[in-house]
T-cell receptor
């Protein structure tokens, strides 16, 4: 069964901490994506990557960075967590040229 | 640019009622259209999709028809069950662009 795995379902971090959210896919997909989901706002794209070491900003990249050192792993980094980054974070992947995603189960991050 | 507008929720129905969740879109070219479902505490799962005009996607009793003339992709089900309670997202993918554009989501609650 193909999978996108997010390392944590729930995280609680303090303001100012550096936070790493990890995502791993086992489908050899070229493209990986990070979204955040907030009530009334739907899914908003933070960053995406179309190849190892390649990345592009999405619609709301401020306060975030990403790392893709291996094809299967895409990390989202909150350099200095703030309370307005409390949200559900969703990772997704797809093959080059594909339409539609496979999603992970999500990480619910609370910054206190 | 691309955009998706879907029916605001929440929507509450009784079991066995008929369901419609409206979705309209704006896009250049010939997009693919998707409905994703998110059950409580989980990530998004693909429910159905359609890749060209007049295509009908269907799964688990849900249907949606790609209507180019009205730029719509409304989700329907003839008889809903309590287990259909979830958040439903309409999404659009353009040709040559692997990123999806999502609507804001519609929360559906089915009461016995």
């Amino acid at each position: 069964d193909v999978k996108v795995t997010q390392s944590s379902r729930y995280l609680v971090k303090r303001t100012g901490e550096k936070v790493f959210l990890e995502c791993v896919q086992d489908m050899d997909h070229e493209n990986m994506f990070w979204y955040r989901q907030d009530p009334g706002l739907g899914l908003r794209l933070i960053y995406f990557s179309y190849d190892v070491k390649m990345k592009e900003k999405g619609d709301i990249p401020e306060g975030y960075s990403v790392s893709r050192e291996k094809k299967e792993r895409f990390s989202l980094i909150l350099e200095s967590a703030s309370t307005n980054q409390t949200s559900m974070y969703l990772c997704a992947s797809n093959r080059e040229g594909a339409r539609g995603y496979t999603f992970g189960s999500g990480t619910r991050l609370t910054v206190v | 640019g691309n955009s998706v507008t879907q029916m605001e929720g929440p929507v509450t129905l009784s079991e066995e009622a008929f369901l419609t969740i409206n979705c309209t879109y704006t896009a250049t070219g010939y997009p693919s259209l998707f409905w994703y479902v998110q059950y409580p505490g989980e990530g998004l799962q693909l429910l159905l999709k359609a890749t060209k005009a007049d295509d009908k996607g269907s799964n688990k009793g849900f249907e949606a028809t790609y209507r180019k003339e009205t730029t719509s992709f409304h989700l329907e089900k003839g008889s809903v069950q309590v287990s259909d309670s979830a958040v439903y997202f309409c999404a659009l993918g353009s040709f040559g662009n692997e990123k999806l554009t999502f609507g804001t989501g519609t929360r559906l609650t089915i009461i016995p």
